[in-house]
Nanobody, 119 residues
């Protein structure tokens, strides 16, 4: 049974940084793509970025490109979302998700973690 557990959310001032973690368990993820999504207040869920478990290729939404970085610690089966230069509009619930690399839709989701950027 796949489990994705996020942590690391919290409050940060504009311009600050946070690192979110997503611990993945339940299977081998070598054929998976791990994604990060967010849902801002009153908005639809949106794609933030993703990383291929094998090879580590990443892709980012334009809104976060150059500020956010996704990486994997293979020893810990953990996917990270490093967020720098945070803005108030980055305030959202952030979730990690997993899909097989041959599929488009994500099959597994974490519970989400709140990130609040304000002064």
């Amino acid at each position: 049974q796949v489990q994705l557990v996020e942590s690391g959310g919290g409050w940060v001032q504009p311009g600050g940084s946070l690192r979110l973690s997503c611990v993945a368990s339940g299977r081998t993820f070598s054929s998976y793509v791990m994604g990060w999504f967010r849902q801002r207040p009153g908005k639809e869920r949106e794609f933030v970025g993703d990383i291929r478990w094998s090879g580590g290729n990443t892709y980012y939404a334009d809104s976060v490109k150059g500020r956010f970085t996704i990486s994997i610690d293979y020893a810990k089966n953990t996917v990270y979302l490093q967020m720098n230069s945070l803005k108030p509009e980055d305030t959202a619930v952030y979730s990690c998700a997993a899909r097989l690399d041959r599929y488009v839709d994500y099959s597994y989701w974490g519970q989400g973690t709140q990130v609040t950027v304000s002064s």
